[in-house]
């Protein structure tokens, strides 16, 4: 089974405080993606990667961003936080094809 | 751009009974996968059961199984003997055969149907 590890569970951040969340993948996946969830609107696609150093932008990737220097690490980066952002964010890695998306177990920031 | 609609936000049912969880799609692909995902109170999303456009027979994992109508774009998922285990957000997921963005495509969610498992 793929594990994917998220570097917290709870992450408490002050506005305007540039925060990164991290992602760790032990499977060697091309694609790993970062999702934000929110009680009503489910889960929406912030960003993804399908290699090292290639991004795509989601749906709603405004005030963030992100970087993968290496294979297994995808990070989410808010490069100036804002309460707005406060959410469960989760990353997911799959290794493409009609093979499903695996989950991590979420970080749920909270920007004062 | 695809849009997924899980009309019911919660749902309650007696332990050991059946129950349907509904999901519609709209697309203007042909070829596609279909997901239904658990996510219990401990966070982690679980794929429960999938589905690929092509094939016409419905997907079944043990004691859940979907009503694939790919003409009604409904994809909806039937869990039987319900358990207290089964508590949960329920989300259904939709993604595109075809890949862009070099390889890779995201999911595109429903809102989820909160299920109520009753002793």
């Known amino acids: 089974d793929v594990k994917v590890t998220q570097s917290s569970r709870y992450l408490v951040k002050r506005t305007g405080e540039k925060v990164f969340l991290e992602c760790v993948q032990d499977?060697?996946?091309?694609?790993m993606f970062w999702y934000r969830q929110d009680p009503g609107l489910g889960l929406r696609l912030i960003y993804f990667?399908?290699?090292?150093?290639?991004?795509e932008k989601g749906d709603i990737p405004e005030g963030y961003s992100v970087s993968r220097e290496k294979k297994e690490r995808f990070s989410l980066i808010l490069e100036s936080a804002s309460t707005n952002q406060t959410s469960m964010y989760l990353c997911?890695?799959?290794?493409?094809?009609?093979?499903?998306?695996?989950f991590g177990d979420g970080t749920r920031l909270s920007i004062l | 751009a695809q849009t997924v609609t899980q009309s019911q936000p919660e749902m309650s049912v007696q332990e050991a009974e059946t129950v349907t969880l509904s999901c519609t799609y709209d697309?203007?692909?042909?070829?596609?996968?279909l997901f239904w995902y658990k996510q219990p109170p401990s966070r982690q999303m679980i794929l429960v059961i999938r589905?690929?456009?092509?094939?016409?027979q419905n997907a079944t994992e043990n004691r859940f199984s979907v009503n694939f109508q790919k003409a009604a774009k409904s994809f909806s998922l039937k869990i039987s003997d319900s358990q207290l285990g089964d508590a949960a957000m329920y989300f259904c997921?939709?993604?595109?055969?075809?890949?862009?963005?070099?390889?890779?495509?995201?999911?595109?969610f429903g809102k989820g149907t909160h299920l109520i498992i009753q002793p």
């Open positions: 589905q690929e456009a092509y094939k016409q």
């Open positions: 990667s399908y290699d090292v150093k290639m991004k």
């Open positions: 997921a939709y993604r595109s055969y075809y890949l862009s963005g070099g390889g890779a495509d995201g999911l595109t």
């Open positions: 997911a890695v799959t290794g493409g094809g009609n093979q499903p998306q695996h």
């Open positions: 697309t203007s692909e042909s070829d596609y996968y």
């Open positions: 499977m060697d996946h091309e694609n």
